[in-house]
C-alpha cells in the first residue's frame, strides 16, 4: 500500500487530494495544526479514512516526528496561509509559514529519507501568484517571476527551494504552479466563492448587497478536483519536475459575476454589486493566463470542468447550503 502525507489538509485540495489517494489505495496521513482545530471534524467526516497527525509547518522537529510515523511514499505540501490579502498584514507570518515553511517540510523530508533519496518524492503547491506582474502571456514554466504580494513572494521562495532540493541531493521533488481553481469547498474568503454565496443569499432574499473590490483583474480559473491529478501524476513521473496547471483560458471577475447572476435568472447585477476600496490590494494581479501544454504533453492532464460550469455549479451548491441553513 503507498503511503502518503498531506499537508494542508483541512483545505479545499487537501479534501479532494485525499478523496483522490483513498480511491487508489493509498494509505493517508494528513497534517493538522494546533488542538481542538475546528477542521478536525471536516476531515474526520468528508474522508474518514485519513489518520491525523498533529504538527505545524513553523516547526520542523514536529515534523521529522510526524514523517517517522507517516513513513510516507510521497508527501504533498499543500499548507500555505493561502489568502492573498492577508498576506499584506501579516507579511512575516505569511513568510514563515508559506515561505520558510516549505524548507522545514522539504529539509525533514529529506532526513526521513536518509541515505535513500529516491525513498520518497515531494510535492510543493507553487502559485500562479509568483507571475504577479506578467512577463509574458500565457505564463509557462520559464516565464520569469515577478510577484506582487508577500504571499507571492513567499511562494517563490518555496518553488526555488523545491527546485534546489531537486538539484542539490536528486530529490524527487515537484513543483506544481497551479493557478486559480476552485469548487463548492473554496474559502468564503476568495473572490468565486464570496460571489457564489452571495448570490444564493441573494436569490434566498437573506441578503441585498454583494461588496467587491477591484472587477476588472483577469483569473484563469479551474476545478479543484481537477488539479489534484495533476499533483498526483508528477509524483508518477520518473523524475520530478515543474509544471504550470492551467485551463488556459482567462475572464474577469465581472464575467464571473455575469454566469453567477445568470443562474439566478437575473441578466443586469449592477444594482446588487457595490465596490470598497477595503477589498482593493495594494498591487494588484492583473492579469493570469497560464500555458498547460507540458502537463498535457507529459502527464496526459487536461481539465474537465470550463469556467461556465464551475460557476454555475458553485452557485447551485450555495443556494442548496444556504436554504439548509436558513430553515
Ligand atoms: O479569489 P482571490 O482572493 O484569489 P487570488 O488572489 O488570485 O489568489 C488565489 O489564487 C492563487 C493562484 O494564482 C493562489 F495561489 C492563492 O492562494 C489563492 O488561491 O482574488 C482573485 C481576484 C483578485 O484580483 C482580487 O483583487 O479577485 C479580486 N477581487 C475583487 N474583489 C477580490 C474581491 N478578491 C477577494 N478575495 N475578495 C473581494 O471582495
Do not use: C
Not at 489534484?228 to 464571473?256: F, K
Amino acid at each position: 500500500m503507498t503511503r502518503a502525507l498531506i499537508t494542508g489538509i483541512t483545505g479545499q485540495d487537501g479534501l479532494y487530494l485525499a478523496e483522490l489517494l483513498v480511491s487508489k489505495g493509498y494509505e493517508v496521513f494528513g497534517l493538522i495544526r494546533g488542538q481542538n482545530n475546528p477542521k478536525y471534524d471536516l476531515v474526520r467526516t468528508t474522508v474518514p479514512e485519513v489518520t491525523l497527525l498533529t504538527g505545524d509547518l513553523t516547526d520542523v522537529s514536529g515534523l521529522v516526528r510526524v514523517l517517522g510515523i507517516a513513513q510516507p511514499d510521497e508527501v504533498y505540501n499543500l499548507g500555505a496561509i493561502s489568502y492573498v490579502a492577508y498576506s499584506w498584514e501579516n507579511a512575516a507570518l505569511t513568510s514563515d509559514v508559506t515561505g520558510k515553511g516549505v524548507l522545514n517540510i522539504i529539509e525533514a523530508t529529506r532526513l526521513y529519507a536518509g541515505d535513500d533519496i529516491s525513498k520518497v518524492r515531494f510535492y510543493q503547491a507553487s502559485s500562479s501568484e509568483m507571475f504577479g506582474k506578467v512577463q509574458e502571456v500565457p505564463q509557462r514554466e520559464s516565464t520569469l517571476l515577478w510577484p506582487r504580494s508577500p504571499y507571492g513572494v513567499a511562494k517563490v521562495f518555496g518553488h526555488y527551494m523545491t527546485i534546489n532540493y531537486r538539484e542539490s541531493y536528486g530529490m524527487h521533488a515537484s513543483s506544481g504552479i497551479l493557478f486559480n481553481h476552485e469548487s463548492p469547498r473554496r474559502g468564503p474568503e476568495f473572490v468565486t466563492r464570496k460571489i457564489s454565496q452571495s448570490v444564493a443569499r441573494i436569490k434566498l432574499g437573506l441578503q441585498d448587497q454583494l461588496v467587491l473590490g477591484n472587477l476588472d483583474a483577469k483569473r484563469d480559473w479551474g476545478f479543484a478536483g481537477d488539479y489534484v491529478d495533476a499533483m498526483w501524476r508528477m509524483l508518477q513521473q520518473p523524475v520530478g519536475d515543474d509544471y504550470v496547471v492551467a485551463t488556459g483560458e482567462t475572464h474577469s471577475i465581472r464575467e464571473a459575476l455575469d454566469v453567477a447572476f445568470r443562474t439566478i435568472g437575473v441578466d443586469d447585477w449592477s444594482p446588487y454589486v457595490g465596490q470598497d476600496p477595503r477589498f482593493m490590494r495594494p498591487a494588484e494581479v492583473d492579469l493570469l493566463i497560464g500555458d498547460a501544454s507540458k502537463a498535457h504533453d507529459v502527464l496526459g492532464w487536461t481539465p474537465r470542468v470550463g469556467f461556465e460550469e464551475l460557476i454555475t455549479m458553485m452557485v447551485e451548491n450555495d443556494l442548496r447550503e444556504q436554504s439548509d441553513l436558513s430553515r
